[in-house]
């Protein structure tokens, strides 16, 4: 049966890590990112898998990449059953040095390229009662001076979110978002790298002590965040919609 998926970040990360995973449940993915090679590397993990990849090079933070990615992916596959909405790269930085620049360059690519992908794709999602997954992050219920934007972003997502699954109840779209924890990907060692020299650690002693004070057990693999995003995609889950997935190895230590 043809599915097919919009999945952003699947360049690197989670969202490659995503890719290679809804290339087994999916026919055809549309993958997007702003680095052609790297893109390249995961369709070819796509298509090894036996889904069709679909390559779509933009810079989300410009206001017409969402339409566009949503445009190409009609006229390649002709439906729209899922989209995985994973790019961020929000500044990490303390709430007294970061500019306005930075936090309007955080909120337009991981708020505001989710909200306008999920309203772009919206009447195709409707088409097939399809399902939302958007990326936010345990900080959303911990927020940190230290990198303020990242959980104060991370916590619009989840209102942003939750206001699309009450459309989605009269429309028959399923909507969630995902919270990952602590995951080792580039943007995570650049996190320990910052708290390496914070605490003037070598990296390798920054990955233990931070994982010891964190309370977990081991960092979480991106694999661990695409198979969460499979099953929200998967036929079992359709009644679970407007809920925070978190997925972070017990580091959140609130109910
Ligand atoms: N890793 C963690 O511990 C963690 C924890 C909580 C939440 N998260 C969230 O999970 C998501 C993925 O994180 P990650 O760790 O996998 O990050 P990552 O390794 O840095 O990958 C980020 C992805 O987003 C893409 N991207 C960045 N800027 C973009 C832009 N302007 N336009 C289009 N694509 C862009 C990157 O590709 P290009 O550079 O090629 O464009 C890359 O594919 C992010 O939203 C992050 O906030 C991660």
């Not at 997954?133 to 934007?149: E, L, Q």
Request: hydrophobic letters at 50%; proline letters at 2%.
């Amino acid at each position: 049966m043809e599915r097919v998926a919009i999945i952003t970040g699947a360049s690197r990360g989670i969202g490659r890590a995503t890719a290679a995973r809804l290339a087994r449940d999916f026919s055809a993915l549309a993958l997007v990112a702003r680095t052609r090679e790297t893109l390249e590397d995961t369709a070819e993990t796509v298509r090894a898998a036996g889904a069709k990849p679909l390559l779509l090079v933009h810079d989300l933070r410009q206001p017409d990449a969402a339409g566009a990615v949503v445009a190409a992916t009609l006229e390649h596959f002709g439906r729209i059953d899922a989209v995985a909405c994973i790019a961020g790269a929000v500044p990490q930085a303390d709430m007294f040095v970061l500019t306005d620049e930075q936090w309007e360059d955080g909120f337009a690519l991981k708020f505001h390229s989710a909200r306008r992908l999920t309203l772009s794709a919206w009447d195709a999602l409707k088409a097939t009662h399809g399902s939302v997954a958007i990326t936010s992050g345990t900080s959303a219920y911990t927020p940190k001076a230290s990198v303020a934007a990242v959980g104060t972003i991370n916590a619009a997502i989840l209102a942003l979110a939750k206001a699309f699954a009450d459309r989605g109840i009269e429309d028959g779209v399923q909507v969630n978002t995902i919270l990952p924890g602590s995951v080792m990907t580039d943007r995570r060692l650049t996190m320990l790298q910052f708290y390496a020299d914070k605490h003037s650690l070598s990296l390798d002693a920054a990955i233990d002590r931070f994982a010891a004070e964190v309370g977990i057990a081991r960092y979480g693999q991106p694999e661990d965040i695409a198979n969460a995003i499979a099953f929200l995609f998967s036929a079992e889950s359709h009644w679970i919609t407007g809920t925070a997935l978190r997925v972070d190895g017990g580091e959140t230590k609130v109910l």
